[in-house]
């Protein structure tokens, strides 16, 4: 990165350290081929060696599947394909892609940077990028897709380095996943497990989705204003002045034609919302649960890639045809065409992770160490606020194995909850204190799914940026938001403040 003479602290050279090793790995393909190859050895180790954990649900035995088993091999033998298909953010990433190239091919995208550019004050910029990356989690996981290329295009285009503003994104969408403005579509997930462990202690115990809403408000504050800091006085001084070939787009005054294209898309953007707003805000809406008339688990979520897709479509179809950047069809499909064709490095990326995510799940390896992992912090006897932090910890620690929010929660929340519970404290304490563990490891663990992803986004800008790269330019986010969240907690604990509506601190 910035190679500047001037004398570094050793923070920078403990990240450069990082970055180092980092980008000397194989390539990530490579990588993940190997780390499947290193699951198999594991789980016949672990198998051997009768490593197991007793589910904290069910209380039967959960022990390592042994890979190199003849049933072990098997399975791999035959869930090759099935592993590469069934990959979650695959088909997501896809889908949307189509419709961002119509956006993008006919001129919507940069015509959006250049007003956004030419508008906002550039002190806000990075502030307006994590706030909109903490927006993103209202829309399932498509921040990673949308915001985080964007927030690298609009910085270049303003002459910093586009990788600043990939890391604004980024913290926004996955840093700061634990906070949010509004209610997500996790909080009902989380709640819901929560409840369901708390019945384990009281069966008339209801934990609502906002348990956590006073405390997701002040810390997506924090996010906002912690997250600029570190962007612009650590990330940005590090990476120094960008030398890439990639040209920045050229910020020039919109056109007559194109700000009537851009009043247009956006006329196009209100009428796919009001149609979807129509499909499931209404009490017999035609997206809504047929069977229980539920919003959450309703085909309208289910489907939610559908509705990503028209939002990026319609509008970039409509800027077309005004600007007549898009003519006919077949304008319409070269856009489409254009937008796929660079996601051949991505595909081939999750391949591999697919096998390695999909084998890991198979061989049980990261059930049994969270499942030990939560007993153990149990066994240690801490209250107050050591217990806050450690378990926030653990939870940091077990987010780089499993990259699933609610399938942790669903594993640990039996054992903490009702823990939790006996020592007087609210079931939504325990899961803030998890919110906070399971956000700030999200950029630094390829566990999580879109990692495949960024890495292809950041290979844009610079063919040599690797896993190292993205790792040690997200570490600082990573160590001081948990500096700062655990600050944040102690003092919510100490004040005994309500963490959210019927969410306080201590059991009634």
Request: hydrophobic letters at 55%.
């Amino acid at each position: 990165m910035n190679t500047t003479t001037k004398k570094r602290s050793f923070f920078d050279r403990f990240l450069d350290g990082v970055e180092v090793v980092g980008n000397k790995l194989p390539h990530p393909a490579t990588l993940f081929a190997l780390m499947a190859v290193l699951v198999v050895i594991l789980s016949a180790l672990a198998s051997t060696l009768g490593l197991s954990a007793t589910h904290p649900i069910t209380g039967e035995s959960v022990t390592v599947n042994n890979l190199l088993t003849a049933d072990g091999i098997r399975w791999m033998w035959t869930n090759v394909e099935k592993n590469f298909v069934d990959f979650p953010p695959l088909g997501l990433v896809l889908v949307v892609m189509v419709g961002i190239g119509v956006a993008e091919g006919s001129g919507l995208f940069t015509v959006l940077v250049r007003q956004l550019v030419l508008g906002a004050p550039r002190s806000m910029i990075t502030a307006a990028i994590i706030i909109a990356g903490i927006f993103s989690h209202l829309a399932s996981e498509a921040g990673y897709v949308i915001l985080i290329p964007l927030g690298a295009m609009i910085f270049h285009a303003l002459g910093r380095h586009p990788m600043a503003g990939f890391a604004a994104a980024f913290c926004g969408v996955s840093a700061g996943f634990g906070s949010n403005f509004l209610i997500g579509s996790v909080d009902p997930i989380l709640a819901g497990l929560s409840t369901s462990a708390a019945h384990i202690i009281d069966p008339s115990m209801q934990v609502n989705p906002m348990v956590n809403y006073f405390f997701m408000v002040v810390s997506a504050f924090m996010v906002v204003i912690v997250g600029t800091w570190i962007t612009e006085k650590i990330v940005e001084p590090r990476l120094g002045k960008y030398t890439g070939e990639l040209s920045p787009l050229a910020i020039e005054e919109l056109s007559k034609t194109e700000r009537k294209g851009l009043r247009m898309a956006g006329i196009g953007a209100l009428a796919v919302i009001g149609l979807l707003a129509w499909s499931i805000i209404p009490e017999n809406g035609l997206l809504r649960d047929p069977e229980t008339g539920g919003i959450l688990h309703s085909p309208f979520f289910k489907g939610i890639v559908v509705a990503i897709f028209l939002i990026f479509f319609v509008p970039g179809l409509v800027y077309g045809i005004i600007t007549k950047t898009i003519r006919n069809d077949k304008d319409v499909v070269k856009h489409m065409t254009s937008a796929m064709k660079g996601m051949g490095g991505y595909i081939v990326l999750v391949f591999f992770a697919a096998q390695f995510v999909y084998m890991f799940k198979e061989s049980n390896l990261g059930i049994v160490v969270a499942i030990n992992g939560a007993a153990w912090l149990k066994s240690v006897g801490l209250t107050g606020i050591p217990l806050l932090i450690g378990f926030a910890l653990l939870s940091a620690f077990i987010n780089l194995f499993m990259g699933s929010a609610s399938a942790k929660w669903a594993i640990m929340a039996p054992v903490f909850v009702p823990m939790f519970m006996l020592l007087d404290y609210h079931p939504g304490v325990a899961q803030a204190a998890f919110r906070v563990g399971d956000s700030v490891t999200n950029v630094i663990t390829p566990m999580m799914s879109y990692f495949a992803l960024i890495v292809t986004f950041a290979q844009k800008y610079d063919e040599k940026y690797g896993i190292g790269t993205i790792i040690s330019m997200m570490l600082p986010f990573t160590f001081i938001f948990f500096i700062a969240w655990t600050i944040i907690i102690s003092i919510w604990y100490l004040t005994g403040f309500p963490l959210g509506l019927d969410g306080p601190i201590y059991l009634k």
